[in-house]
């Protein structure tokens, strides 16, 4: 084994003994299946009611939700800090850079909080209500039920800098990768299911642009890109310009939620550097094995995408428990006068 590859094979070690060590409880005592059974007991109904007028009417609000509750809980928890705008008090997390282009949905999360406020005034948080949507969203898609624990609150503050931070990003290697779930508690078996979500939503050129115009070995026995889909990527993202023009992530059955993603990157046609790595990368072994796993059996990818997005949902914010609040608009703390 090459010096460089013997280093970066002891930093792998590391961060899988990290991971070892934290705790893969998936439970969270806060958190209650029945907490809004008096308060709101038609909670679930409504947000259902909701995504399913979103989803019919764009399949893609599917992958936005999901994407929104993910980039939520990457950030001090699962507590809906992405929802807020900024105002002369707060600066928020939506113009980061790993957010700026890529998150949609804040329109539907005011609708659907609207709808929840209509009937059960002041009782529900934000957090919650994106948690059951990304839910909803999947299932509304072809993909897993699961429960869902509630009774998250609203976190009056924001972490911007961890936005870009803890957020992985389109060109990220196995490494980092890994590093930045053990960080949120995540294994390596939650990373590879939870990045099954791509098997929906679309991806701007400017997040593949390196990909297809990179260093890319077309040869290569794990990143076997054929040079008809090559081709067409890059006439969908030309070297110069066309930033925001958009591909599938999972151009097999892009608005349905199943197993072609892992079969993809099997074939080594992963769309962005991120995902490929899980199949390619000269470390992941276990990667590679779960995305196998997972291209042969659409079964276990559900029941592991299920367990994984329930262990997400419950990261959560402890000061928000004693600081937060159940927000009236999304979009802004209750009283921003407050915590001037």
Known sequence: MAPNHVSIFVIFLAIMSTISMISANTSNPLLTLDYYQSSCPRLLSIVRREMECAVLSDPRNAAIIVRLHMHDCFVQGCDA??????????????????????????????????????????????????????????????????????????????NHELADANIPGANEGLLSLISKFAYQGLSVTDMVALSGAHTIGMARCENFKARIYGDFDTTSEKDLMSQTHLSNLRSICPAVGGNNNVSALDYVTPDLFDNSYYQILVKGQGLLNSDQQLYSSILGIETRHLVHKYAEDALMFFKQFAESMVKMGNITNADSFVNGEVRNNCRFVNSLSSIE
């Open 81 to 158: 800090s992405v929802l807020l705008d900024d105002t002369v008090t707060l600066k928020g997390e939506k113009k980061e850079s790993q957010n700026k282009h890529s998150l949609r949905g804040f329109k539907l999360m005011d609708r659907i909080k609207m709808m929840v406020e209509s009937e059960c005034p002041g009782a529900v948080s934000c957090a919650d209500i994106l948690t059951l949507a990304a839910r909803d969203a999947v299932i509304l898609v072809g993909g897993p039920y699961w429960d869902v624990p509630l009774g998250r609150k609203d976190a009056r503050s924001t």
